[in-house]
């Protein structure tokens, strides 16, 4: 520490300076800098805390204090010229009295006053020292009225937990919301803006990292298994290979287990305290929120799971009236005056979820959405295939371009996978075109997870899980509705993969046994559809693909860059959640595996999807492309034109991609004005090479990486990335519990294969077909799993974000940026009323169906600032949070 940091301390000045600083003052033009802190201590439930925060007022009134020295701009420190020169420390005003012991984390405003040499110019950062024994989280300071600021305020945005300076190798630096290109930075603020990045990478950092470090770092996915708990716990490492690749995960630097140095040792379960840097953490709102939905879940399932101790069959469902039953009867709490009033005397976020405002029941699952017109739709076809368009997973239906359908897999290695579907399985209920005419008139469709899962098939069916891989093929009608024509269900040949695959093709039956037949192969469908959907369409394609572009960002992106400007709101709380999922969702024996078909081989199979992963594919309208569900059509918005013109997903998709690469287009555009800046931006040049060599290691010598050469390879990057964190996840996500939280609908496991005519099973299937269903599927405890993880997973926060909003007004001084992102919001205003036009319009079927849910999982909700939050069904969060 150096000698003016002891004296600050001691509040003694350093006597040899004394003459000295008094004759330079006399020289100086000096003047009073009013300004205004914003701060925000940890609450009352760190616990650890309380002693830290009693020992910081009593250094608070012995003098030891927060100090705050603004850089200038204009002129060079003496002692390094490199940088601007230090102001005079100035501290926090009335830490004592303003700071309470709170129930809840509360913002609290200070005043502070700097003494400031007129000729230093207008401040570029400043630097903090917090010397109490507890953290805080910093959120602004703003200088009010600085003159050379065109009499305005000048603003430095935060948002970062400030632990005490001795927990730092180097000062914490903030710069003001001025961006800058590398190129453009102002010469004394160049190497602060380069140390900082380097102290976030964290090259010189050995060892398990602390709460405090802020160091930013990729790791393979080596921390999913516990082999040191034996054999059946182990798991292998996930990224890093040519057998599992993956994308990178953040790097937290705990020691390898004993039994297997490649993999990192894992937390107790109970311990949440997982390393990311500090300011990737959640918000106390937030974590409360996540706490509270946590408790609830953990109720809801051992209230029915302990009342089936008694019951007759014992982790099963007797009835669908069992199922219902879920959501049905129990405590109802008021609504009104009372509950309200109960409501705002509970200080604590994770306890006033348990204590509902609207009427829901008390440790009761609410209604699923799917059953809340009719608790019998969901199961006719025309629900079954809508949901391929407009349900929780329509990210994957493509249109059909030869018939019978062709595998993709290596026939050397699994014999013939090609399908067994016949032009006579599915004419006959093709309202009279034939095969031919149909694919010309590009109206055959298929749900296709046959490739996905074929080589796990075996392992799978080796663990409690008895399953197939489907193929369903669909037929678009004249209103616009898909009509299903068969479901093909395959199984490795008996003698070994390498013979192919038995198959066995289903048509769509209505009454009798055969519509039960019928009934149960949609449910063997949904389930592969199920397991996709969260491991890959989920978990891979949004929230482990979007990470290794924070870590990144983080790394060689500076602050003031504009495009970490334009990006990090859409990286909030990822790696918290990544994190959180890693310790008890996708872990071995984690609730994943527990709930969902592939079972221990779900991590491997999302690795063997991830060969085929291409970024530039996840662009909105390349991935229809791809798919085959769009033409290009110049003459059309977004230059495409739909082949299914009632599809939800796409066309509200298509409007949100637009809004989004308008946005990016003309942000960009302020500060690249050509090519060339592009290309000369050292930043972004080291930003782009590390996350294709480091980040997606694994795929970093794929030909479709774009070359970032020009400014439409960064706009159309950084729009692909925002509509991965916000859209894309935000479609795949939050209407999870409005059709999962029925299980029924969407299985998520199968326990025993199709009853073959002769034997007990096809004869209790003909005759109750009901009691059939259920003991084929997901059985009563890891439905309950599922329902609770399913219902914490859609809802939205308290403290939600949305596309189109930002936590800051003051996120940039650039007048310019400001006004393109209110243009944004403008755009996606309008797309709102035009989502409720089209719900409301009874020409598009799809955006209701049998079930009457309207599509609003791609409504952007930019207009709503209530907080409220909970399972609403719509809504854009700007990143990937849950």
């Not at 004592?96 to 913002?107: L, Q």
């Amino acid at each position: 520490m150096v000698h003016t940091d002891i004296a600050e301390i001691l509040c003694v000045k350093p006597k040899s300076k004394k003459k000295t600083m008094e004759e330079d003052v006399k020289k100086k033009k000096m003047m009073k800098i009013e300004g205004e802190v914003v701060v925000m201590k940890k609450n009352v439930l760190d616990f650890k805390d309380a002693m830290a925060s009693l020992l910081d007022r009593v250094h608070e009134l012995l003098g030891r204090r927060v100090s705050l020295q603004l850089i200038s701009s204009l002129q060079p420190d003496p002692a390094n010229e490199k940088r601007g020169r230090l102001g005079k420390a100035a501290h926090l005003e009335k830490w004592v009295t303003k700071i309470k012991t709170s129930v809840t984390a509360e913002e609290t405003a200070f005043a502070v006053t700097f003494d400031w040499d007129e000729s230093m110019g207008p401040p570029a950062a400043f630097v903090i020292k917090n010397y109490h024994h507890s953290q805080f989280y910093l959120k602004s300071l703003t200088l009010r009225d600085f003159p050379g600021a065109q009499g305005g305020p000048i603003h430095f945005v935060c948002n970062s937990w400030i632990y005490p300076n001795h927990r730092y190798r180097s000062d914490r630096v903030f710069f003001s919301n001025k961006a800058y290109l590398p190129s453009e930075t102002p010469e004394l603020v160049k190497e602060l803006r380069e140390e900082e990045l380097k102290n976030l990478r964290g090259n010189e950092k050995g060892g398990e990292f602390k709460e405090w470090d802020r160091v930013y770092d990729y790791a393979y996915y080596n921390d999913l298994g516990a082999p040191d708990k034996g054999p059946d716990s182990a798991r292998p490492v996930i990224g890093g290979s040519h057998e599992f690749p993956y994308p990178r995960r953040g790097k937290t630097g705990r020691k390898p287990t004993k039994s297997d140095p490649k993999s990192e040792s894992r937390l107790a379960l109970i311990n949440l305290n997982i390393y990311v840097p500090r300011d990737e953490r959640f918000s106390h709102v937030k974590f409360s929120d996540f706490l509270a939905y946590a408790l609830k879940a953990v109720t809801q399932v051992l209230v029915p799971e302990l009342a089936s101790v008694c019951d007759k069959t014992i982790n099963e469902f007797d009835s669908f009236e069992d199922v219902f039953h879920l959501y049905d009867g129990s405590i109802k709490l008021p609504n009104g005056h009372t509950i309200s009033k109960l409501r705002d005397v509970v200080p604590w976020e994770m306890f006033r979820e348990l204590i509902r405002n609207d009427g829901e029941q008390f440790l009761k699952f609410p209604l699923p959405d799917v059953l809340k017109e009719s608790r019998s739709a969901w199961r006719t076809d025309e629900e079954f295939a809508r949901e391929m368009l407009a349900g929780l997973n329509p990210v994957v239906i493509s249109r059909l371009q030869e018939f019978p359908p062709k595998s993709n897999l290596d026939s050397a290695k699994y014999g013939n996978q090609d399908s067994a579907i016949r032009v006579e399985h599915i004419e006959p209920n093709m309202n009279g075109l034939n095969v031919e005419e149909a694919l010309e008139q590009n109206k055959l469709y298929i749900l296709d997870h046959h490739d996905a899962l074929m080589p796990y098939l075996t392992r799978i069916n080796s663990t409690n899980t008895k399953t197939y891989a489907t193929r369903t093929l669909l037929l678009l009608q004249e209103d616009g509705t898909l009509k299903p024509l068969a479901i093909e269900l395959s199984l490795p040949h008996a003698q070994g993969e390498v013979h192919g695959s038995v198959s066995k093709v289903f048509t769509p039956a209505e009454k009798g046994v055969e519509g039960s037949v019928w009934q149960l192969a949609k449910a063997y469908a949904a389930v592969n559809d199920s397991g996709y959907h969260q491991l890959i369409s989920h978990w891979l394609q949004t929230h482990a693909v979007i990470e290794p572009f924070i870590i990144a960002s983080n790394r060689q992106l500076s602050v003031v860059h504009p495009i970490h400007k334009l990006l990090h709101p859409h990286f909030r709380d990822t790696m918290n959640i990544n994190a959180l999922a890693r310790h008890i969702l996708i872990n071995a024996d984690g609730i994943l595996e527990r709930t969902v078909f592939p079972s221990r081989y779900a991590m491997e199979m999302s690795s063997s999807v991830y060969k085929n992963w291409v970024f530039t594919d996840q662009a909105l309208p390349k991935d229809l492309l791809k798919r085959g569900v769009i033409i290009e059509d110049p003459r059309n918005d977004n230059g495409v034109k739909l082949l299914i013109e009632d599809y939800p997903f796409a066309v509200d998709g298509l409007e949100i991609w637009s809004a989004i690469k308008t946005w990016v287009t003309e942000y960009c555009s302020f500060y690249y004005k050509n090519d060339k800046t592009v290309q000369n931006d050292t930043e972004i040049q080291s930003w782009w090479t590390e996350l294709r060599t480091e980040g997606h290691g694994d795929k970093q010598h794929e030909a479709w990486w774009p070359l970032m050469q020009t400014r439409d390879d960064l706009i159309e990057t950084c729009t692909t990335i925002i509509w991965i964190a916000s859209a894309l996840h935000a479609a795949v996500n939050f209407g999870q519990y409005s059709y999962a939280g029925f299980l029924p609908n969407r299985p998520t496991v199968s326990r025993r294969f199709m009853p073959e005519p002769g034997t007990d099973e096809y004869t209790e299937l003909s005759e109750n077909v009901d009691l059939a269903f259920l003991k084929t599927i997901t059985p009563q405890l890891q439905t309950l799993l599922g329902i609770s993880i399913i219902e914490i997973l859609s809802m939205h926060s308290t403290d939600e974000i949305y596309l189109g909003q930002r936590d800051s007004p003051n996120w940039t001084a650039d007048d310019e940026a400001l006004e393109a992102f209110k243009r944004f919001g403008k755009n996606l205003e309008l797309i709102e009323n035009n989502i409720i036009r089209r719900n409301n319009d009874k020409r598009f079927k799809n955006r209701t169906g049998p079930v009457n849910i309207p599509y609003t999982l791609l409504y952007p909700n930019t207009t709503d600032f209530t907080r409220e939050g909970g399972l609403t069904g719509k809504g854009i969060p700007n990143s990937v949070s849950i």
